[in-house]
């Protein structure tokens, strides 16, 4: 598969917003177009993008899609169909903090505008803003979290915190490639990540697209993997972290942070300031909870009789305790976490 080397997971074009389409990886790289916010709820609320960062950029992009096409033609009106806009596309996944973040400062910059035609430039100026800025947040992490990580080591990650979770390079991912650009030699134990596979999906594809040392493990053979030695240490990326330092992420970290306490193994956490939420305690957190297809099959395939009851969480929760760092834009924030995250705003 020849894949352009400036590939971006979410862009604007022309007035349109692009992103490839996630749901046909690895087997397809396929770019899809969308003209209206609509479009792009739907493609957030059917993992086509995905990823706390992606979302939260692609959500902006939505409302930008929102201000080129309403016809409002007073400040007021326009306000009112971007806040329509907002609304829907804040409604499709309720975990990552991003998502929020991206269509509030969307919103924020038109609110400074005194003409509807300010308003429409100022949205989309915005939302360009956060997809240059999210790639440089993301090198910027990834040195900050390379110096963790030794030469020769073998490095865990859990579900997708990669180049296709954000615009470009990647949280956890992007450590990695910041590891290997400072000159290390390391090497990646992937988890398939059930039940919608991006560790097997997307992970390892774009490991291997990068020529990075990957070894796909099922879930079942985290801990099979650790009492062998294999992890050296483990890296991870977030969709919402509390002031506390309690990690919301992809379901099954909670279970791979407590095998790396057991193991000894240091867990780290990489995600940029806008994945923070210091308003929330854990009872404002809402975890999706996904539809059953997801566990009872595989694309076509069943694997579940039909009509057996599922719980299927697309996240849980990793308490601080579990946790060795966060890696961040702005530093390592190292236990007690909530001295440290209040340090990283400053
Ligand atoms: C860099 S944030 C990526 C984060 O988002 C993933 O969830 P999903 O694929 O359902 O959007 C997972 O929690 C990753 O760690």
Redo the contacts with the bound molecule.
């Keep these: 598969m020849d894949i352009p080397q400036d590939l971006k997971t979410v862009e604007w074009r022309d007035g349109r917003v692009v992103m490839i389409d996630q749901t046909r990886l690895p087997g397809e790289l396929v770019f899809v177009e969308y003209e209206t916010y609509g479009q792009v709820a739907d493609a957030i609320r059917n ?1 086509v993008i ?4 992606a979302i939260g950029v692609a959500g902006a992009f939505g409302l930008a899609l929102a201000a080129s096409r309403s016809t409002a033609g007073t400040v007021d009106s326009l306000m009112a169909d971007l806040c329509t806009a907002r609304d829907e596309l804040l409604g499709t996944r309720p975990t ?1 903090v991003n998502l929020k973040w991206g269509l509030e400062r969307a919103l924020a910059a038109a609110e400074k505008c005194t003409d509807a035609d300010s308003m429409r430039r100022a949205v989309v100026d915005e939302s360009l803003a956060m997809a240059e800025e999210d790639v440089k947040t993301n090198k910027e992490m990834g040195k900050n979290g390379s110096g963790l990580i030794g030469d020769g080591e073998t490095v865990m990650t859990h ?3 990669g180049a296709l ?2 615009v470009s390079y990647g ?1 956890a991912l992007g450590v990695i490639r910041a590891t290997r650009e400072a000159g290390k030699n390391i090497r990646v134990i992937a988890t398939e990540t059930r039940p919608v596979q ?1 560790g097997s999906r997307l992970t390892a594809f774009e490991l291997m697209h990068d020529g990075i040392d990957v070894r796909l493990i099922p879930d079942t053979a985290v801990g099979y993997s650790m009492a062998q030695g294999l992890v050296d240490k483990v890296v ?4 919402r972290i509390l002031g506390t330092g309690h990690v919301y ?2 379901i099954g970290t909670y279970q791979v942070a407590a095998m790396a306490a057991r193991h000894g193994i240091p867990f780290y956490v990489a995600a940029p300031l806008s994945t923070f939420d210091l308003d929330s305690g854990p009872e404002d957190v809402v975890i999706e909870q996904r539809k059953a297809a997801e566990v009872t099959g595989i694309g076509d395939s069943m694997t579940a009789p039909d009509g057996v009851g599922v719980i299927n969480p ?2 849980d929760v990793t308490p601080p305790e579990l946790i060795s760092g966060i890696i961040t834009e702005k530093g390592v924030a190292a236990p007690p976490f909530k001295e440290s995250i209040r340090a990283l705003f400053g």
């Design positions: 993992l995905r990823g706390a960062p990552a579900c997708n915190a979770a954000t949280t991006q991870v990326g977030a969709d992420n992809k697309a996240f």
